[in-house]
């Protein structure tokens, strides 16, 4: 089954909006979450990452919720614009001497309209 | 200038044919990582390599094999392609130390279509 799962295929904010992205896992050993943003034709980049021991991380507009009970965590991003418009990806995965073995979800694709 | 190249950039094969994907990485990047990207399922995780010759399965390796002979090149091979191993193939490289130890970056992808 799918370890690392978006239900959301898709989702469309007015510019100016907040976008709430969601991912839920199944793994209760991972201890590491990641968003990436990819652009069309494009190879993923991070945008934020966060580890087990927290359950919260902001970075200018965006924000992550952990929430390890529920296996579940977010990213909201604030004052979306239109050059937010792209696919995200979560990923999680266990740390294991350093590296991590990503596992990522479906992907949602955000549109943000002006 | 931190980079991860992936050669080539789009490939058509036929059907039973081999095929070769290449990656190279200059961060000198202990863990390198071989995923898949198809509509609707996301990135799929087919090999990773800790270090040289330290390779372990993904979730998806059947069909591919993968090569560690130094640690700035990752190899994907595929013997025997088939028309369901289109795909759009990224490569990927993370520190495995410091404080972004798990960071991947990723190349720009190779587009591969099996006829």
């Known amino acids: 089954g799918q370890q690392v799962k978006q239900s959301s295929p898709s989702l469309t904010v007015q510019e100016g909006g907040i976008s709430i992205l969601n991912c839920d896992y199944e793994n209760d050993m991972f201890d590491y979450f990641a968003w990436y943003k990819k652009y069309p034709d494009n190879s993923p980049t991070l945008l934020i990452s966060?580890?087990?021991?927290?359950d919260k991380r902001e970075d200018g507009r965006l924000t992550v919720f952990l929430n390890k009970s529920g296996k579940h965590f977010s990213l909201h991003i604030t004052a979306s614009q239109p050059e937010d418009t792209a696919v995200y990806l979560c990923?999680?995965?266990?740390?294991?001497?350093?590296?991590?073995?990503?596992?990522f979800g479906e992907g949602t694709k955000l549109t943000v309209s002006s | 200038d931190m980079k991860v190249t992936q050669m080539p950039r789009y490939l058509i094969k036929r059907m039973g044919e081999n095929v070769l994907l290449e990656c190279g990485q200059d961060?000198?990047?202990?863990?390198m990582y071989w995923y898949r990207q198809d509509p609707g399922l996301g990135l799929q995780l087919i090999y990773i390599?800790?270090?040289?010759?330290?390779?372990s399965e993904g979730d998806i390796p059947k069909g591919y094999r993968v090569s560690r002979k130094k640690r700035e090149h990752f190899s994907l091979i595929l013997d025997s392609a088939k028309t369901n191993q289109t795909s759009v193939y990224f490569c990927?490289?993370?520190?495995?130390?410091?404080?972004?130890?798990?960071?991947?970056?990723f190349g720009s992808g190779t587009r591969l279509t099996v006829l």
């Open positions: 990923a999680a995965g266990e740390n294991q001497g350093g590296s991590a073995k990503l596992i």
């Open positions: 390599s800790y270090d040289v010759d330290s390779n």
């Open positions: 961060m000198s990047h202990e863990t």
């Open positions: 966060v580890r087990s021991n927290v």
């Open positions: 990927a490289s993370s520190p495995g130390t410091g404080p972004s130890a798990e960071t991947l970056y």
